[in-house]
């Protein structure tokens, strides 16, 4: 699972939106340059920038900044917001942009929607914006469409979407746990890549989203930004779960190994023994033997 870092652009500052609307958005920093360069000093996978003054008010200001981040950056860079025509999804990845993000768009004209699809194959991302019930919002989190998750990831999978981000309006990250139930739907639906782009808690989040077979990335920022976890805790997360741990899953040895500590504890055991000694007595003890 790869680690997106978020920059959310408005008037050429990074902001935060704590319940993903302006209506109470929180200044973070003047400079979204550095912020982003800060995103990949701390060893982000991939860069997520959200143009909000396009999203919301159709108003391209913070292009030119957006192209400085591209210039900038050696890790790839995708782009949302605003992106509602043939035109504008080219000049971002004619800039350099790794991939498109689209949501209005491909909701309101999935003509146009299958043809950018064809003419940049494997370069455009749908962003799914849903209420807690999973119905479809647009034109930045302000309309309500009357459709449903479910159905639109089987519309537009078969359009030639490269990825789904899925986000709930509404919630605060630092608070309100992400959409399980919707993330799930949605790698059981399609076989396109999904990713959790809410926001997490924190690291018990991203467990728990590690569960969820098929999702292959997670969006961080404002948590990141508030000391719930760093960046590098959240890889080493992310990089253990892809070690091969044989017929045990990780939530497996999780459980079995606070097991073997109360076995341990009982029998005040193992105290003075040496990490090797601990770890193949743990070994024993899954195969049914003595700890």
Known sequence: ?????????????????????????????????ARAKGWVAKGADRLHVADLNAAIHGDYGNRPLI??????????VQVGGGNRSQLEVDRMLDVGAWRVVVGTLALVDQVLFWEICRSHPGKIVV???????????TQGWTEGTG?????????LSSAGAAAFMITE????????????EALRT?????????????????????RELLKIDGLTGVV???????????????????????KDLGPWSREELAVAADEYRAVLDKAAAGAASSSREVLDGFVRWLGGGAP
């Open 127 to 137: 962003s799914l914006d849903i209420t807690a019930d999973e119905e479809l919002v």
């Open 1 to 33: 699972m790869q680690l997106y870092a978020r920059v959310n652009i408005l008037d050429g500052a990074a902001v935060r939106l704590p319940h993903g609307t302006i209506d109470e958005v929180i200044h973070l920093d003047s400079d979204p340059v």
């Open 169 to 180: 309006v509404g919630r605060d990250a630092l608070v309100d746990p992400p959409n399980f």
């Open 67 to 76: 192209r400085e981040i591209i210039a900038e950056l050696d890790i790839p």
């Open 186 to 206: 949605a790698t059981a639906i399609v076989d396109e890549e999904v990713i959790a782009a809410g926001g997490v808690r924190d690291l018990d989040d991203i």
């Open 147 to 155: 459709t449903y998750l479910e159905e639109t990831l089987i519309e």
């Open 220 to 242: 961080v920022g404002r948590e990141v930004t508030a000391g719930h976890f760093t960046v590098e805790e959240a890889l080493a997360l992310l990089r253990g779960a892809s």
